[in-house]
């Protein structure tokens, strides 16, 4: 038995997507994949396009056999706590042979390569990071101009444009997680095919879920049909039809904005991402603006693009903040693996994991009654997510909380 972990959002689940999954069993020559997922809220600052569950059960009708829930403090997190909290998870579990992510470079050596300089810091990169981040520019920017100076020093200048591609950058990550935990999992990558991460174009039978989501949300379901398994599809179009989804930002403005009016500089300075004062910008943006669009324009800047922001505001709604970001991570990062659907396979693996570092979350409501604070305040935290998530649904009879509670886990 051997055991592939992947990271993924699914939203939605596509082609692409299986193309990842069939090709990452090929290369680790493993025969389960357990699947780590973004719950409700994912790491662009958005809410999924539909619920968790929904997206748990296109999975695993498409090759992998478990799903596991990522927490919400590290779904709406930066590309480094995203990728330590997935990570972490995968480690825990203690029978994790692999993990398989995509990039544009494919090129696995070259990424552990700059995951090391990122894992060990060398002076002259730190220097050169503070040097860039005096220029006001964003750090993802300002980290990668100083790899590249740190590179090209090392006359390994073929590798500087790695740092530049989004999901190179998410591999790197996971590999420095792996390396900061002392894991034994041995990371392999695929080449993305054909299209793009931020790529809003739908071709042949693969598209980005950017393309997607963008077509979707005007109104075209029948558009992405080619591009998406057939079960993964017709359960996207049993959600919209039922009113649960598309989800979008949209669908929380008011929200947002009324808790950034409610919400003073000293706590939303206490954001995570939040640094350098942008609290005042967001505070004053709040009351001058009447939209989301209008909020996130009158706050971006070169520092700050939009997905930090959307991060951010998300975070304010949530009431995610650094305090209780900093002592999770002191903890070691995720407290506990909610899983969110199994199938056969799947079941198998769970009968394994019991031995887990972390305690098994299969029923929150008898968890919350017998875990330790720290944990119970992260499952919460989870719930409240799910909670106002089913805010954004349009059919308002759908909307009712506590689903975390009543929702039983997805069994194929």
Avoid at 201 to 206: A, F, H, T
């Amino acid at each position: 038995m051997r055991i592939l972990g992947i990271v993924a959002e699914y939203n939605p689940f596509h082609n692409g997507h299986i193309y990842h999954i069939e090709k990452a069993k090929e290369i680790t020559e493993c025969n389960y994949v357990v699947c780590v997922m973004s719950g409700n809220f994912i790491q662009r600052g958005l809410p999924a396009l539909i619920n968790k569950w929904s997206r748990t059960e296109m999975a695993l009708l498409n090759n992998v056999d478990l799903v596991i829930e990522l927490p919400v403090y590290y779904s709406l997190a930066s590309a480094e706590q995203f990728a330590f909290g997935s990570v972490s998870i995968l480690n825990s579990l203690g029978i994790v042979d692999s993990i398989c992510f995509g990039s544009e470079s494919g090129n696995a050596n070259a990424l552990d390569y700059i995951a090391g300089i990122l894992a060990e810091e060398p002076e002259e990169f730190k220097e050169s990071l503070v040097k860039y981040l005096k220029t006001g520019i964003s750090f993802p920017s300002a980290r990668t101009l100083a790899l590249n100076d740190y590179i090209c020093s090392q006359d390994d200048t073929s590798l500087s444009k790695i740092t530049t591609e989004p999901n190179n950058i998410l591999g790197i990550e996971y590999i420095k997680a792996l390396k900061r935990l002392g894991s034994k999992i041995k990371p392999f990558t695929i080449k993305r095919y054909k299209t793009g991460y931020n790529s809003t174009n739908c071709n042949d039978k693969i598209a980005s879920a950017a393309a997607i989501r963008k077509i979707l949300l005007s109104g075209d379901l029948d558009q992405i049909k080619s591009v998406m398994p057939d079960s993964a599809f017709e359960i996207l179009k049993r959600e919209i039809n039922q009113g649960r989804g598309p989800v979008s930002l949209d669908a929380f403005e008011n929200a947002i904005l009324t808790q950034l009016r409610k919400s003073d500089n000293k706590s939303l300075s206490n954001i995570p991402d939040v640094s350098e004062g942008i609290e005042n910008r967001i505070k004053k943006a709040s009351l001058s603006s009447g939209s989301l669009s209008e909020l996130l324009t009158k706050i971006k800047t070169k520092r700050y693009t939009h997905t930090r922001i959307q991060r951010i505001i998300a975070c304010n709604l949530l009431e995610i903040n650094k305090k209780d970001s900093e002592e999770f991570n002191s903890h070691g990062g995720p407290q506990y693996i909610r899983v969110l659907g199994f199938n056969s396979k799947g079941k198998e693996l769970l009968s394994k994991i019991k031995s887990s570092s972390l305690p098994l979350v299969t029923t929150p409501h008898d968890f919350l009654k017998k875990c330790n604070p720290i944990q119970a305040k992260m499952l919460n935290a989870d719930i409240l997510a799910t909670d106002l998530f089913s805010l954004g649904y349009a059919d308002k009879s759908q909307r009712k909380a506590g689903q975390d509670f009543y929702q039983k886990i997805i069994s194929i």
